[in-house]
């Protein structure tokens, strides 16, 4: 597994950019350490042999029908992006490794976008860095479409709280046309549209009222949906079957992250960061609400991680000085955490046999 700590170590590496104390040179460096991030994590993504990660096969098999021209029309439907990307990319003779390196590049760019356009530019690569430690190995690795529209929904609800009602509906959009999933987040984005404000804690409260009821009525209504096409793929809990117990600390994590901003900070928060907190309690609501099936419940968490994550740096901006530094040696210590948790969904890392020859050197350099 050595490689996945080569990428994480570099990814790490952009902590130490936080702490520039001058402005035009910390935002060269960030620039920097960006262009080299991309290149390096979508080129990790794209040459990932088949036996990597558990979704290979099944995309290589859906971009091989839409490459032979025998892809039925709910091939196209099912996720209009990866499907025109899909035929781009064989239409210029090249596999389905290209496809996975367009995807990891649209993934980390949007995850980007959002980085810069929600937290404090100082911190941008330490909020990257988090993002990275949770989602690259289960998204950018293994589910690459939500790897987009995670982030795209995220940037999305911001856009709608800074009142770009336009781009914001737009971008949602986008996001939708990657992957449907993140249809979960469209209530919160009519509510914005709408005007509310969520300056009342009992948007939060209310959470657990709405719960109790989905908990009660939910079941049986997933159960009599189980049968339709998107839905059903959903209801299989897969490789995470046996997540849920491994994974319950981080039902209490996040109800620990959400009562700081609820008990401490709520009258001081901007519109975003009250919805990002709103956001977060909606995950860990849908979380325990669907606790009975492990891969609905962990799907549910990964799509509101990211404002889970935002938090995390919402309290690091209202920090004195001389508690950032503790602060932040405590998120490094959480995001790898997170990373060393994600790697359970991945093989030891190799390379498709066209990439061997030209990273024979490397490895000589760097064996395991």
């Not at 995309?59 to 196209?76: K, M, N, R, T």
């Not at 409260?205 to 009525?217: C, D, E, F, K």
């Not at 920090?319 to 210590?333: N, Q």
């Not at 498709?352 to 760097?366: E, G």
Request: proline share 3%; hydrophobic share 55%; net charge positive.
């Amino acid at each position: 597994m050595t490689p996945y700590f080569y990428i994480y170590a570099l990814v790490t590496s952009g902590i130490v950019i936080c702490f520039i104390n001058d402005v035009p040179m910390r935002r060269v460096a960030q620039g920097m350490y960006f262009i080299l991030i991309l290149v390096a994590l979508a080129a990790f993504a794209g040459m990932r042999s088949p036996g990597v990660d558990r979704d290979f096969h099944d995309y290589v098999f859906w971009f091989d029908l839409i490459q032979s021209g025998a892809a039925p029309l709910v091939a196209w439907i099912r996720d209009p992006a990866f499907a025109l990307i899909s035929y781009c990319v064989a239409g210029v003779g090249l596999s389905y490794s290209a496809v996975a390196f367009v995807y990891a590049l649209l993934g980390l760019s949007a995850t980007w976008a959002f980085v810069v356009a929600t937290s404090l530019e100082r911190w941008s690569t330490l909020f990257f860095y988090l993002l990275f430690c949770q989602y690259y190995i289960v998204l950018e690795m293994t589910e690459i479409r939500a790897a987009v529209a995670i982030p795209l929904m995220a940037l999305s609800l911001y856009l709608a709280c800074n009142g770009r009602k336009g781009r914001a509906v737009g971008t949602y959009f986008v996001a939708l046309v990657f992957h449907f999933s993140v249809i979960v987040a469209l209530p919160l984005l009519i509510l914005i549209l709408a005007g509310a404000r969520f300056r009342s804690k009992t948007w939060m409260y209310s959470l657990i009222a709405i719960g109790a009821l989905a908990s009660v009525t939910m079941k049986r209504m997933i159960d009599l949906l189980s049968g339709l096409y998107r839905i059903s793929e959903y209801l299989n809990g897969g490789a995470e079957q046996n997540d849920l117990r491994v994974i319950s600390w981080y039902a209490l994590a996040h109800l620990l992250t959400i009562a700081i901003p609820l008990l401490l900070l709520w009258k001081k928060l901007t519109l975003h960061e009250r919805m990002a907190t709103l956001a977060c309690g909606v995950g860990l609501m849908l979380f325990l609400v669907f606790g009975w099936n492990t891969g609905l419940a962990t799907r549910f968490l990964y799509l509101f991680d990211v404002f889970w994550l935002l938090i995390l740096i919402v309290v690091l901006e209202r920090l004195k000085a001389s508690a950032r530094v503790l602060y932040v040696l405590f998120l490094a210590i959480v995001g790898f955490a997170l990373y060393c948790k994600s790697l359970q969904y991945v093989e030891p890392y190799s390379t498709m046999k066209s990439w061997d020859a030209m990273l024979t050197p490397v490895s000589q350099i760097f064996p395991g």
